[in-house]
């Protein structure tokens, strides 16, 4: 490549960033005085930062994305590019697809086959870069660990600010007089294997963030090479592989989608690790500009991309990564209770133990987990039979009675009370403004609002019935935050509180609050255990 074809090689990197933080979040800062003479930057709650790193001389062009966060993220990132040619001896310039230069909205995204991530869609307009550039995706080198690279500086949250370093450009910057100053933004060369484990950096004012050392990190692993939508739902979306580490590519949007949550002090493997312009653009009579366009989707779990697709194939991949990207096994596997991490786990979150369904409950702090069955058992019985149907559900289902598996199981499974006292909650005298909601009144009953499920120290290990204080509070949470969490199809429920001395609270098949005589066999079981991990 000429020299001067060198300097018309531009990729361009530019930063979209959208809501980094789900529910509510305040914070201020007054004027706080102190010195100990210790810098130490704490781990901000939610935070993603795009990593571009470009060097036109070997062509390497490595984009990623990294969560400096603590709190996990969903990713999508896309690629749009432009080129034009001008002819030595022209003062014109042609557009190779359409658009204007200084218009990124104008550049063409890149779309590729249905069912080849490398080559673009022949019937879409980014078909005419096939020409003149190649990209190559995913982490290519076969048999090698996973690269390093330098963790950002730049860790607040709303900050637009890519890491941008070697010949890659950051567009957030703008001169006095709004002209846009395109620069690098990240330390390094943008040349391949640049950074590699044990090295530390120093940001001494060079660069946009803080002024602190960073150590180097690694990416992620990729389970697999980048693919489309279409692959993925033909192949992968029924499987054990339909969430995991690595890209799928919307072949109708151009969105790339990391098909896992991105928990905090994670990198993805590449999107991109090479772009490559092809002979022809060396056979071009002139002068060229090229250029790759990164924007990009970064937000909390509980909240939805723009313009987010309920349905088809990306609202199933956009669904599967919410709840069940936290790289936790799909919940349709049957695992054992060491292939889980129950602290990345959202209220909510449907997974197989033991051979049992269940739903996540709530973390209730120090390695305890509250977990229900997510099914009803036994239904049909009365509320009288209840307590008899959860020790033998207990004993035969959960912990077995072969002694071995019993002594692996219930070492995880937390001792709560021998039993509970539940008091009366009379239903009538109860206030549910809406009936699969809270009871906005509970607390004035004081032993049924006391008697919430937890921790005893010397108690039994056993599965419980909630009590309606159980169900109220993690309604409250957002565990039970609507009547379909709560309810179970065609399956009543009952409780362990008692609405009088021949009556019981239950949670109806749609979820909400019922009472309902004792001896009345119309409803079934829902196991609950706190689980230690």
Known sequence: MTSEKKRKLRNIAILALLGLIGGTFAFQAFNQQAINDRLRENP????????????????????????FGQE??????????FMEIQERGSTSWQQVAGGRRDDLDSWIPYIPEANNVSQRRSDNPSAAFNQYSDLTFGWTRGGQDAPWYLPTFNTAWDNPI????????DLSYRLENGELYPRATHPGSGEDAYWSEGETYPNTGQWSGAMITRETAQNLQQDKAPITLQEWH??????????????????????????????????????????????????????????????????????????????GAVGELIAKIRNYGDGNPPSGINAPIGSFNFSRMSPGRIFTMWGQPFRYLENM?????????????????????????????????????VPAIRAQREQYIVPVAETFNVGVLTFANTTRPNNNGLITNLDIFDI?????????????????????????????????????????????????TEASATSAWAINANGTWSSTGHSVATRGIRPALIIHQ
């Open 162 to 169: 890519t890491a941008a370093a070697g010949h890659a450009r």
């Open 448 to 496: 049924p609002y006391a008697d919430r499920t937890r921790v005893v120290s010397g108690g039994n290990r056993r599965a419980f019935a909630l009590s309606v204080a159980d169900v109220n509070h993690l309604t409250a949470i957002g565990s039970f935050a609507i009547g379909a969490d709560r309810g179970t199809p065609n399956r009543a429920w009952w409780l362990r």
């Open 44 to 67: 901000a709650d939610y935070g993603g930062r795009v990593h571009d790193y470009y060097n036109s001389d070997t062509e390497n062009k490595d984009i990623f994305v990294e969560n």
């Open 72 to 81: 996990p993220i969903m990713v999508r990132l896309k690629l749009s590019e």
């Open 234 to 311: 033909t192949r992968y979306r029924n499987t054990p592989d339909a969430i995991g580490d690595y890209w799928v590519i919307d072949h109708e949007t151009g969105w790339a989608y990391w098909a896992s949550q991105l928990h905090g002090g994670q990198a993805t493997s590449y999107l991109i690790d090479e772009a490559h312009m092809r002979p022809e653009a060396e056979r071009i009579n002139g002068s060229y500009y090229y250029g790759i366009h990164v924007s990009s989707e970064l937000i909390h779990p509980d909240q939805e991309f723009r313009d987010e697709p309920a349905t």
């Open 365 to 401: 702090g120090d390695g305890n987990h509250m977990i229900i069955r997510n099914e009803v058992i036994h239904f049909g019985t009365n509320w009288d039979s209840q307590n008899g149907l959860l020790l033998n559900w207990y004993n035969n289902d959960v912990v077995t009675t």
